[in-house]
Nanobody, 120 residues
C-alpha cells in the first residue's frame, strides 16, 4: 500500500555530517506527519524529529541544534540533516509516515531502517 525507501546512512567520524532521505510511494492520497526515529543497540526506539505537512517541526532535546528535519511534499520525501554527529547518535534510523490512502484508509508506515555509525 505504502512503500518507504530510506537512504543516506553509513559510517562517519565524530563531528561529521550525514543526510538521510526517505521517499514514500504507493496508493497515497495525502501524507500527514512525517518523522524519524532511532534505535540504538539494547535500547528502545526513540523519537528524533517530526514535521507536519505545513512544516512545523519538533525534535528531541538530544539532537536540537544539530539535526534538521525537512520535507518535500511534491516528492513525498522526508530528510534528516545530521551535523556534529556524536558516537551516541549511533543507531538504526527509521522514517515514519502518517498516510491517507485513496479510499480513505489512514495508517502509519515505517521504513526498513538505515544504520548510522559514528566513530570516535
Amino acid at each position: 500500500q505504502v512503500q518507504l525507501v530510506e537512504s543516506g546512512g553509513g559510517l562517519v567520524q565524530a563531528g561529521g555530517s550525514l543526510r538521510l532521505s526517505c521517499a514514500a510511494s504507493g496508493n497515497i492520497f495525502r501524507i500527514n506527519d512525517m518523522g524519524w526515529y532511532r534505535q540504538a543497540p539494547g535500547k528502545q526506539r526513540e523519537l528524533v524529529a517530526t514535521i507536519t505537512r505545513s512544516g512545523t517541526t519538533t525534535s528531541a532535546d538530544s539532537v536540537k541544534g544539530r539535526f534538521t528535519i525537512s520535507r518535500d511534499n511534491a516528492k513525498r520525501t522526508v530528510y534528516l540533516q545530521m551535523n556534529s554527529l556524536k558516537p551516541e547518535d549511533t543507531a538504526v534510523y527509521y522514517c515514519n509516515v502518517d498516510s491517507v490512502l485513496w479510499g480513505g484508509a489512514r495508517d502509519v508506515y515505517w521504513g526498513q531502517g538505515t544504520p548510522v555509525t559514528v566513530s570516535s
